[in-house]
């Protein structure tokens, strides 16, 4: 609040912003929902909101099937609806499919060393994931329901770049 009584504090560059529900609403949807996963992917692939959340809908399914874990119990109890939220351990092998690579820029005591700003991510179509969140950035633009930057602050574990 008071950063200009602190010489060390610095300005950062943040990212535009726009936005962008990846078709949810034209896809019939409505109302609030933690379908980050969904949207941010959407936007990315430029794929209709639709297919991507069936598409993700059946791998929720499918990891409930054929595994025997926390994440397969807790599908299988709750539904495989990607309309709360997607496990990284069921999107991630579907978003490398669509052509991403995943740069992951934390490490496990390493602490934060890349933040959602433009100075510190590559231009391109990225998908980035941030604390309980993916975003979608495309050409140095936030693409999303809200911006989720933090005025540049926000930690970045890591990043889905288009090949």
């Known amino acids: 609040m008071f950063s200009f009584f602190n010489p060390f504090s610095k300005s950062c560059s943040t990212f ?3 936005l962008n529900d990846g078709g949810r609403l034209e896809a019939g949807f ?3 929902a933690g379908d980050c996963v969904v949207r941010s992917i959407a936007i990315a692939t430029k794929l209709p ?5 069936e598409d993700l809908r059946q791998a929720n399914e499918q990891y409930a099937q054929n595994r025997n874990d926390r994440l397969a119990k807790r599908l ?12 990284r351990n069921v999107f991630h092998d579907y978003i490398l499919a669509q052509g991403f690579m ?4 934390m490490k496990i005591g390493g602490g934060c060393r890349v933040h959602l700003r433009p100075d510190e ?3 391109g179509i990225l998908i980035v994931r941030v604390s309980k969140h993916l975003t979608a950035v ?11 930057s ?9 990043y889905y770049i288009k090949n």
């Open 138 to 148: 495309i050409d140095g633009v936030i693409q999303d329901t809200h911006d989720p």
């Open 150 to 158: 933090r005025s540049g602050n926000r930690c970045v574990y890591g």
């Open 49 to 53: 909101y639709l297919r991507v959340y």
């Open 121 to 123: 991510l590559p231009k």
């Open 30 to 32: 409505s109302g609030g």
């Open 102 to 105: 995943w740069v992951p820029t």
């Open 16 to 18: 535009g912003f726009q």
């Open 76 to 87: 299988s109890a709750t539904g495989a609806t990607p309309r709360n939220g997607n496990h």
